[in-house]
């Protein structure tokens, strides 16, 4: 693999990704592209940003089936949920504010997104601080697999 596989697709498999979402994400990835300093600049307003968003990890938590999650697309009045990593996250007030638009998180809505979040190639502070904010619980499945 080279540095710039292992940079921008870590962990990816072949397998678990159509070349739909891979291409997708590499554009999402490449219009992300800035120089370090601005990149600090941005999280830094991005976690103050969020302020304005209820922290939902603070509310109860709950089992989902992967039924209930995919009701959960965010069409017709229902919630929008994403699956990350087993865990459910609700980001329905939070879809209009992504910094490239709702589309890719209406992509993945009531699905997991597990990959396609790993091979966007956003900072893991995305991952640790700002995705936690939207935590509403965990999906129950003898099948699922973390990538």
């Known amino acids: 693999m080279t540095e ?7 962990n990816f498999s072949a397998n678990a990704l159509s070349f739909g979402e891979l291409t997708s994400s590499l554009k999402y990835t490449a219009k992300s592209m800035m120089h370090p300093a601005e990149v600090v600049h941005k999280l830094a307003r991005d976690v103050e940003n969020f302020a304005r968003f209820p922290d939902k990890s603070q509310g109860p938590q709950r ?9 959960c697309d965010g069409e017709d009045g229902h919630a929008l949920f994403i699956v990350f990593e087993g865990s459910v996250y609700d980001i329905t ?13 209406k992509l993945h809505a009531g699905q997991d997104a597990t990959v396609a979040m790993r091979v966007s190639g956003m900072p893991k502070m995305v991952f640790d601080v700002l995705l936690k904010r939207f935590l509403v619980g965990w999906i129950v499945s003898t099948h699922y697999l973390f990538y």
């Open 4 to 10: 710039i596989q292992e940079t921008f697709l870590p």
């Open 63 to 71: 089992e989902y089936s992967w039924e209930e999650v995919a009701k």
């Open 93 to 105: 007030e939070f879809a209009d504010f992504h910094p490239v638009g709702p589309k890719p998180l």
